[in-house]
């Protein structure tokens, strides 16, 4: 996929996990943007461990994948900017 479309789907990814994800995370589009992509990264790794497949482009496989990676990396997000 090219750097464009990283970034598109990086977008929709993220977005999809923020609203997912309980809470409030106060994030703009240029982080929701790199989370999504970090997210489909590591969706598309965990997906290949487990033999799952792998994030190859729009599809409801590399979606779901890329979802999952969004979530478990807003979910470390926000354990690591916990503030209290």
Do not use: C, H, R
């Not at 589009?29 to 997906?47: C, D, H, P, Q, S």
Request: proline fraction near 1%; glycine fraction near 20%; hydrophobic fraction near 60%.
């Amino acid at each position: 996929m090219g750097i464009l479309t990283w970034i598109i789907f990086g977008l929709i990814a993220g977005a999809i996990a923020k609203m997912i994800m309980p809470g409030n995370q106060n994030m703009g589009w240029l982080l929701t943007i790199i989370l999504g992509i970090v997210g489909a990264y590591v969706g598309a790794f965990i997906g290949q461990v487990l033999g799952l497949g792998d994030v190859t482009g729009f599809n409801f496989g590399s979606m779901f994948l890329a979802i999952g990676g969004a979530l478990l990396v807003l979910w470390i997000y926000g354990m690591v900017t916990k503030k209290g």
